[in-house]
Structure formats: structure tokens, C-alpha cells
């Protein structure tokens, strides 16, 4: 059906053993309920033929499945499963290792699984995750003063030629001129209103946006020609806190964020997201004063446009202008996550009261 999907009778057979192994890889639609379900769901177990199966939540829901009341699939939407992150702290720690299936058994992790969860999630073979986490550290290693020949044969690359070469099909320049390259740390995170991409540098996050927003690439593109930078599948202690602190501000615990952040874009943009910025918590206005504190009452719809630039959602709270009659417009997000932000923020500050 998908070809990023196992084959129907391993995923049927992973739904009949609650395999945790295969969260997040595959929803099952069941046609007989109509309703979708996660594959480690408590439900009596439907037949074969009344069974579809999807990728992702957005796609069983597309086509019209409800979410299951008992395993709650909108809450574990593209999660990742605990062994993963176990696996990819190892591979940050032990960074010029070379990874071969035994030992990845003996972590007591399926190989198979593994591969599937690196090429649905990120599109990439796990190989090619390892190869590049490798070179990063290599680099990092040459900007702080190493020797090419130190830095390669540390990251267990038995050549030079070896490690020039997978250089250039990495950053399309030679080690040495890659030096100058910026590493823009990128990563998935689950999050209540579904899946966000986040991306970091070492002076804070440059990108904050739910995944399945249209201009997602369009942002990234921008940020990384503005910036030189090199987009790496990583951790990030940048990622980890904003990850940390939108728990928090879903809960309505949180009303201001700590995490540092650099906007990419225009003066006149910036110039509004600043004006975004001292929007307080809870509150709203409307697109004609958002134009007039940037002392241009005239540039509504470019005021509009800077919002839809924002590439630091929620963040740079964009979601709190709305339309001057009460409605709440566009939102690059989709309106109906706007409306839950604004939702939130209230049940936030009613909580404070209390």
C-alpha cells in the first residue's frame, strides 16, 4: 500500500502482539469502527480484512477514521520509542564507532526496526545517520584546532581520501574549506497539536514549526542559505529545552520562553516579530494594530506576510493576532491549532487565578 510501510501481514502480526517495536511506524484503520488505533492498542483485535493500514496519523485521518478513545493515537503521534533515543545517545557518546547489527542486538534492539523507523521518520538510511554524525564530530573536532589527518582517523576513517570524499558529498567542499560551515542541529519532537521540526545552532533555535505546515521547506531553505549552514539530524541541548518547555506551556504551566532564539529573515520582518514578542500571554490583537505599533498603519497585509514568515512558531507568538472582527484568519499552523493555542493560553492564565 505505502512503501514505506512493512508488509501488511507483519504489521497485522505486530497489532495482534501489541509490538511497541512498531510504534509510530504504522496506524491501523479499522473499517468495521471506523476508528484508527496505535499497534500496541488494548482493543479486541479486529479480522484481517477489516483492517487498512497507514503511515502516519494525518493520513488515517484524511481518510476518515476517528482517533481510538482507548489508546489515544493523537497523543502518541510520532513519537519516539524509548529504545531509539537509548540508540542514538550510544551513537552521540561513541561517535567514531562503527555500528554492525550484533552489537545493535545486543543493546537488545532489532536491527530491522531500526532501519525502518530511520527511513520513514527522517527519510534517510540509518547509515547514512551514522556517517553523518561522524563527520560533524570530525569537523567539530578540526574548528577547535585538530589536524585533518587527527580528526578523520579519530572517527575511525582508515584514509584520508576516504574521509575527503565523504566530506564533499556531506557539505560539497573539501574538510578544510567546510571549517567555516555552521551545523544546524535538527530533529523531530512530539508535541501535543502533533509533530514539530526544530532546528539549533549554538547561540539558540533558528526554526520551531509543526510538520505538516506547507512553508516548512520553504523556511528551512532560508535558514539554511542565510546562515551557511549544513542541516545535521542531531541532538541538541537547544532542542532538548524547548521540547522540555512546550510540555510545560501545553499544560498551561508555562507562559514565557527561556529557550534562546535568532529569527532569519528581513528588517521590516523582524521588526514585526519583535512586535509579536511583546504580545502578552492570553491576550490578542488584530493585523491594523500589529501595523500600527510597527508605525506603518498602512501595511496590514505586509504585516500579515511577516507573520507568515515566522519560522519560530509559537515561540513568537504569531497565533495571538487575529482579524479585527474576532476571527481568527490564517495561520500558517492551520486555524484550528491557533484556535487550541489561544485556548490554552486562557485555561493558563484561569489556572494562575485559582
Not at 476518515?64 to 520509542?81: A, L, S, V
Not at 563527520?135 to 575511525?156: D, R, V
Not at 520553504?218 to 542541516?231: D, F, L, W
Request: hydrophobic share 35%; with cysteine.
Amino acid at each position: 500500500m505505502n512503501n514505506q510501510l512493512p508488509r501488511t501481514s507483519v504489521m497485522y502480526q505486530a497489532l495482534l502482539n501489541k509490538d511497541s517495536s512498531f510504534e509510530g511506524i504504522f496506524y491501523v484503520g479499522v473499517k468495521t469502527t471506523g476508528v484508527f488505533c496505535r499497534p500496541t492498542c488494548r482493543a479486541r483485535k479486529p479480522k484481517f480484512e477489516n483492517v487498512e493500514f497507514f503511515p502516519s496519523f494525518k493520513l488515517a485521518s484524511d481518510n476518515g477514521y476517528r482517533p481510538c478513545k482507548i489508546c489515544k493515537p493523537e497523543n502518541h503521534d510520532e513519537i519516539t520509542p524509548p529504545w531509539i533515543k537509548i540508540l542514538i545517545t550510544e551513537i552521540e557518546n561513541n561517535n567514531s564507532k562503527k555500528w554492525s547489527d550484533e552489537e545493535i542486538k545486543l543493546m537488545g534492539i532489532d536491527p530491522t526496526s531500526v532501519r525502518r523507523w530511520f527511513k520513514k521518520k527522517y527519510n534517510m538510511t540509518f547509515l547514512s545517520y551514522i556517517r553523518k554524525v561522524r563527520l560533524k564530530y570530525a569537523l567539530n573536532e578540526m574548528k577547535k584546532g585538530e589536524s585533518m589527518t587527527q580528526a578523520a582517523f579519530a572517527q575511525g576513517y582508515e584514509s584520508l581520501s576516504g574521509f575527503i570524499d565523504a566530506m564533499k558529498n556531506f557539505t560539497g567542499k573539501t574538510p578544510t574549506k567546510s571549517k567555516n560551515i555552521n551545523f544546524l542541529s535538527v530533529d523531530k519532537i512530539n508535541a501535543l497539536l502533533g509533530p514539530m521540526i526544530v532546528c539549533a545552532m549554538d547561540d539558540g533555535i533558528y526554526l520551531l514549526e509543526f510538520e505538516d505546515r506547507r512553508m516548512l521547506k520553504t523556511q528551512m531553505k532560508r535558514i539554511i542559505k542565510g546562515n551557511k549552514a549544513v542541516p545535521v539530524l542531531s541532538k541538541h541541548k537547544f532542542i532538548s529545552q524547548i521540547e522540555n518547555e512546550l510540555n510545560l506551556y501545553f499544560e498551561g504551566k508555562l507562559s514565557e520562553f527561556k529557550t534562546p532564539f535568532k529569527m532569519t529573515g528581513t528588517e521590516f520582518q523582524k521588526n514585526v516579530w519583535n512586535q509579536l514578542l511583546k504580545i502578552p500571554y492570553g491576550q490578542t490583537i488584530c493585523y491594523e494594530e500589529l501595523a500600527e505599533r510597527i508605525g506603518n498603519p498602512s501595511a496590514q497585509r505586509a504585516v500579515a506576510n511577516a507573520n507568515g514568515f515566522n519560522s519560530i512558531g509559537i515561540v513568537i507568538p504569531c497565533h495571538r493576532v487575529i482579524g479585527k472582527d474576532g476571527n481568527l484568519r490564517g495561520y500558517g499552523g492551520k486555524v484550528w491549532r491557533k484556535k487550541k493555542l489561544l485556548d490554552i493560553e486562557t485555561s493558563g492564565i484561569n489556572k494562575n487565578k485559582i
